[in-house]
C-alpha cells in the first residue's frame, strides 16, 4: 500500500536555528513527490516536485532533496514568516491523478 | 486571474441535510480535484475529473457526488450529512501535461 509518513509531527526553531523536515515513502513506483506549504486557514501552496533520487531544489530559504526512501526539507536560518504546515506527497506510476498526502510538520520560528 | 474558488467558507448542517459545496478555476485546467482535510491526516482524495463530462472516484468516494458539465466548474455533492462528513473540503485544479495541483481556499463543513 502507498503511503506516506512525515516526521516530526511539530518543530519548533528559533529564528536563525536551520533544520530539516523528513518525508518516508512506500510507493509502487514513484512518479514524482511533491512539498506543498499550507497556511493556517488556507489551501495547500505548491513549493517543490522531484522526480528522481538525487534530484535538489531551493527556494529561497528551502531545499528539497530526494532519495529511493524518503526526501528531505532543509530550511536554512529560518524567518518567521516560514512558519507555516509542510505537506509531503507522492504520486505513483499510474496513479496519475492520485496524490498520496502525508499528515504534514507544523513548523513555528519564533524571534 | 482569480484562481481556484470555493463557496462557502464555512457551513454547519444537520444530519441528513444535503448541499453542493462549489468550486470553481478561471485557469482553463482540464483536471480537478476534490479532497478532504482531517485533523491530523493528510489530505484525501475524494473525486476527480479529467474534463468536461468525466469524473472518477478517488480514494473516500462514498457519500458524494461530483458533476462537470463545464471546464470552470466542478460542484461537490453531499447527501444525507452525516458528522464523518465534518471536515474541510479543497478543491485543486491542475493544467494538463503539468503535475502542479493549484488549491482553493477550502470549505470547513461541520455536521451536527
Not at chain 1, 536551520?18 to 518525508?23: A, E
Amino acid at each position: 500500500e502507498d503511503q506516506v509518513t512525515q516526521s516530526p509531527e511539530a518543530l519548533r526553531l528559533q529564528e536563525g536555528e536551520s533544520s530539516s523536515l523528513n518525508c518516508s515513502y512506500t510507493v509502487s513506483g514513484l512518479r514524482g513527490l511533491f512539498w506543498y506549504r499550507q497556511d493556517p486557514g488556507k489551501g495547500p501552496e505548491f513549493l517543490f516536485t522531484l522526480y528522481s533520487a538525487g534530484e535538489e531544489k531551493e527556494k529561497e530559504r528551502l531545499k528539497a532533496t530526494l532519495t529511493k526512501k524518503e526526501s528531505f526539507l532543509h530550511i536554512t536560518a529560518p524567518k518567521p514568516e516560514d512558519s507555516a504546515t509542510y505537506l509531503c506527497a507522492v504520486q505513483a506510476a499510474g496513479g496519475y491523478n492520485k496524490l498520496i498526502f502525508g499528515a504534514g510538520t507544523r513548523l513555528a520560528v519564533h524571534p | 486571474n482569480a484562481g481556484v474558488t470555493q463557496t462557502p467558507k464555512f457551513r454547519i448542517l444537520k444530519i441528513g441535510q444535503s448541499m453542493t459545496l462549489q468550486c470553481a478555476q478561471d485557469m482553463n485546467h482540464n483536471y480537478m480535484y476534490w479532497y478532504r482535510q482531517d485533523p491530523g491526516m493528510g489530505l484525501k482524495l475524494i473525486y476527480y475529473s479529467v474534463g468536461a463530462g468525466i469524473t472518477d472516484k478517488g480514494e473516500v468516494p462514498n457519500g458524494y457526488n461530483v458533476s462537470r458539465s463545464t471546464t470552470e466548474d466542478f460542484p461537490l455533492r453531499l447527501e444525507l450529512a452525516a458528522p464523518s462528513q465534518t471536515s474541510v473540503y479543497f478543491c485543486a485544479s491542475r493544467r494538463t501535461g503539468t503535475d502542479e495541483q493549484f488549491f482553493g481556499p477550502g470549505t470547513r463543513l461541520t455536521v451536527l
